[in-house]
């Protein structure tokens, strides 16, 4: 087997997470291939609580690429996040700084 081949299996097994080190507790996460405007689903589905600050969710199936992200907040609130690279098997954070376009509900 080749090397990169190799990698690419063990990045496979590794599971990508999302690490929220905004200042507030997340309660959904949902993407879109950047620019597209086109959100699917909750992906941080796996706290019922949110992710709280500094608290790491798993997300399941999500292939690497470019996305923009959309952050509910507890407590009301919504940001987003442009033109994020999400690598299949690494962690990805947020911080306060990144947020743009946010509203409160």
């Keep these: 087997m080749a090397a990169g081949a190799v990698a690419v299996a ?8 999302f690490w929220n080190l905004t200042s507030k507790t997340v309660v959904s996460l949902r993407l ?5 405007g086109e959100y699917g689903d909750n992906v ?4 019922e609580d949110g992710v709280d600050h ?7 199936g999500l292939p690497s690429g470019r996305y923009d992200l959309e952050l509910k907040f507890k407590g009301g609130g919504v940001c987003f996040v442009r033109n994020m ?3 299949t098997g690494k962690v990805f954070s947020v911080e ?4 743009t376009a946010c509203t409160k509900s």
């Design 54 to 60: 500094d608290e790491r969710a798993r997300i399941v």
């Design 85 to 87: 690279e999400i690598v």
């Design 32 to 36: 879109s291939h950047a620019g597209s």
């Design 96 to 99: 306060d700084k990144e947020l």
């Design 44 to 47: 941080a589905v796996g706290d």
């Design 10 to 17: 063990i990045a496979a097994e590794k599971p990508t997470r």
